[in-house]
């Protein structure tokens, strides 16, 4: 699950990671509340971003800078209602502008293939990592935690000295350690902080001097899915507002769902064969509307469920059903989808193949309801592609 | 001969006395598994499957009483790290862990102290492995099988049911078909599998099914081309029309940062000499093109 910027920030505070302060606002006069507030205490600029769970919100001119309270309400007027990849933003931050002396790049990461959790640092910060991995795969530097005790105080210098971190480099060892720990708290599988600064801050109001600190400037946190049964608070984190109710009707019924832009709508049990029935839906010449897993041992309540969520989709022009029975009792499935088009509103073809246990019986109920069935996953998709189009004409 | 399961094979089925325990264990008996032995805390000194397997409180228990050799996890995901290393610490070296939903994290202590036991570990997340004709552990269909020499690894549950399906369907039957699992994290990866398959005089093609995510595919195909390259070998991926940044249902299937695409699997495979089908009742044909004569 990913969630946003100012959460992410909030369980880095909690494990005692220096963040500098922030707001989040929902309206403009939010914002200049928030813009006052934070010049009253010695900000000469405040920097508005956008709350939004993709990438590219810079680019997208989701960030800008303000120097006055009225500043940053008319700024936060083009932010708020804009949209980035297709996302509103109904949310912003609000934070003193950081005087940014250098940036640098700090995460910790799940590492599928070494099964441990990998550290990555790198000097050159504030940019795409995944560019500097490919152009300059030496300025990264990776070391790997430590399987039962975390990240080792010895390894969290390194990262720190390899970062030239300066002066800062016992603020970088504790950061380090930190997201390690943040990782582990919330069972994250990945936690960023890009950049990673060093920041002039004033020193008090009332003297000249100022002084230099290691901050996380921003924070991207992403949460195991499949922890969040023993994280309840952390289910509250979910933005609900960038949800699809698709999404969120499909989360709630235990299905697997993913809306896509095709026309014919799937409904298969496992995930590996409901990639496979899409690819072949696309093979043979048309567009799935969705991907859609109903897992093991399907209920008659997931599957109506998921007919619901298919049908819901005004472009869904035909349905292709694929089930391969090994818990699932194919004539079981074969009743439910009787029953189901008696209810269905919109008169959409269906073709069906189930194989497995008692395929046969399956077979025969639904010839006897003149469902079109097919034999094969291939055939499947050519006959659930030809109803689309016959749909269309 | 075969790989992980075999006629030797004494299964110990942890969580026997559940739902889904109850089901595949009845199934593998049936399927002609020496299930010896079920294991439920509390439940000791029970009889259950109509009097055939003896229940008892610890695998430990379960060891000393059958001589199992062989462990097979149905306990839900809070509990099943805890009885992965349960059976580890009993003496059982070869654990099949079927329960999904474990956070990725909890694997990565697990897996280290697997590894550190000597011990090997299929899964968490996967459908088991079957010896057609003579033991199956896990909750693949028996029915889908035939016996014969080629062996299949697979990340899926059902897509791996329909390719061997359609193996069987054309003839070809199989000497071991292995699901690892579709976790982000698991104990045992293609390369580990195939490594088994190598060593095996009794498989003489391969079958490897795949999906988006992660680079395990890739790292199969690299080892493949140094130490199978007299096999004739086929794989089939899903997800080619996978959007990125999406979790496909498996914890594991997800294109994130432009890598773990299905072309960049597809890509190294081919390269590797594996020939890839688009879909997967082509894989017999493909298998027979690529030379295998079974």
Known sequence: MKI????AKSLLLAQGLPVPAWEVARTTVEVRAAAERTMAAGATQVVIKAQVLVGGRGKAGGVKLAASADE????????????????????????AAADIVKEYY?????????????????????????????????????LHADPYLGLLDHQARRLAFALELGGHWKAGAAIAKGLVRTMLAYDADLVEINPLAVVREQDGAATSGSRERLVCLDAKVTLDDSALVRHPDLEALRDSDEEDPADREAREAGISFIKLDGTIGCMVNGAGLAMTTMDLVKRAGGDPANFLDLGGGARADKRAAAMRLILADPKV????????????RGDEVAHGLIEARSRQTRDVPMIVRIVGTNAEEAGRLLREASFETAASLDEAATKAVAAARGATA | MSILVDRDTRLVVQGITGREGQFH????????????????????????????????DSVHQAVDRTSANTACVFVPAAAAPDAVMEAIDAGIRTVFCITEGIPALDMVPLVAAVGSAGARLIGPNCPGATSPGRAKVGIIPGSVHREGRVGVVSRSGTLTYEAVQAMTDAGIGQSTCVGIGGDPIIGTTFTDVLALFAEDPETDGLVLIGEIGGDAEEQAAAWAAEHLAGIPKVAFIAGRTAPEGKRMGHAGAIISGGSGTAQSKVDALEAAGVRVAGSPTELPALLRDAGYRG
């Open chain 1, 72 to 95: 940053a309400e008319a700024v936060a007027s083009t932010i708020l209602g804009m949209e980035i990849k297709g996302i509103r933003v109904r949310k912003v931050l609000v934070a």
């Open chain 2, 25 to 56: 264990a009845e199934a593998m008996l049936a399927y002609g598994t020496a299930v010896v032995a079920g294991v439920t805390p509390g439940k000791g000194g029970q009889q259950t499957l109509g009097g055939r397997v003896p229940v008892f």
């Open chain 1, 317 to 328: 022009e035909a349905i292709l059903v694929n089930i391969f029975g090994g818990i699932t």
């Open chain 1, 4 to 7: 946003q910027e100012a959460d």
């Open chain 1, 106 to 142: 700090l995460s910790a990461v799940l590492d599928r293939s070494a099964r441990r959790i990998l550290l990555m640092g790198s000097a050159d910060g504030g940019v795409e990592i995944e560019q500097v991995a490919v152009e300059t795969p030496e300025a990264i530097t990776r």
